[in-house]
């Protein structure tokens, strides 16, 4: 209902929605929440458009400025609140995986969890609400099995993701699957079978543009951390190195923070008096990122290299 009195449908305001989403192609992502925060505010916009633009805030924090925030879990929180109101099972379960990445980047490993196993048992009666969704999630709870040290139950979610992708629509997602399948690998102290997961990427079916970027990098300290197991330490200099780079060309404090944490180890390796220069700046990354996972992660590798800072 209007200011006037009269009813008006649910959709309302989904033509400024649709604007919404020419910005995202163009990804100005700041504009997105500016505006996105100025449809939400005004109070003819219908229940169905608040749900679409809910969760678009929740994923442009997440996947766009990659921020980690408050906001894009209570972003995520509404619209899954006002897609269950408007039994929109498929606005629902994407809602759902928007809100356990942005659970997962503040810290709240749990959340992340329950999120991600109700998205598992949704699909597993309606898989066509969302293509992947299983995999998606399984990759997202790998994802926290690592964080907490569980890497021997990461590999097994990813493996099952694995077989999940039979098509070719998939080698995307097969080329994340076996990167993180990789850092797992490497966790459990398995560097033959971490480099032989890696070997089983298909980089042409990485995406394009800023996307397939970001995804290079995470791909490159995949690579520079197998050498870096391996004692391969020339080598793992060189990605780390080139990586680092590409990063800070996009802005990426995890990868950039990552970076300098694997030419820290590299330095120390080989005996250079850089090593505690390298292990600050990738404490420094890392606080930057806001992740507190990032920051626990980087700080455990590097607490020996930080000795000489008193």
Known sequence: MDRFGHNLPETWGLEEYERLLQLLDQRRFDEVLVRGHVLLEQPETGVFTRAKTHNMLCWVFVEGIKRPAPEAV??????????????????????????????????????????????????????????????????????????????????????????????????????DIYRRQAMALIRLGEPQRAAEALAKVDESSLATGLRGLWWRTHLGITRARVQIAMGRWSSARTIATNTMALARELGDMPVLAECACLLATVDAAEGRKEVYKRARSALTFAIQSGRRDVVEDIRARIQEYLSAEI
């Open 74 to 175: 209570l972003h995520g929180e509404e619209a899954v609140r006002l897609t269950e109101r408007l039994d929109e099972q498929a606005l629902r379960v994407q809602s759902l995986c928007n809100l356990a990445s942005a659970c997962y980047q503040v810290g709240e490993f749990d959340r992340a969890e329950q999120c991600y196993r109700l998205v598992v048992q949704v699909l597993e009666n309606r898989p066509v609400l969302l293509s992947y969704g299983k995999v998606l999630a399984l990759q997202g709870m790998a994802q926290i099995d690592m964080v907490r040290g569980e890497n021997g139950e990461a590999v097994k979610k990813l493996l099952e993701a694995e077989r999940l992708c039979n098509d070719d629509e998939s080698r995307c997602l097969l080329a």
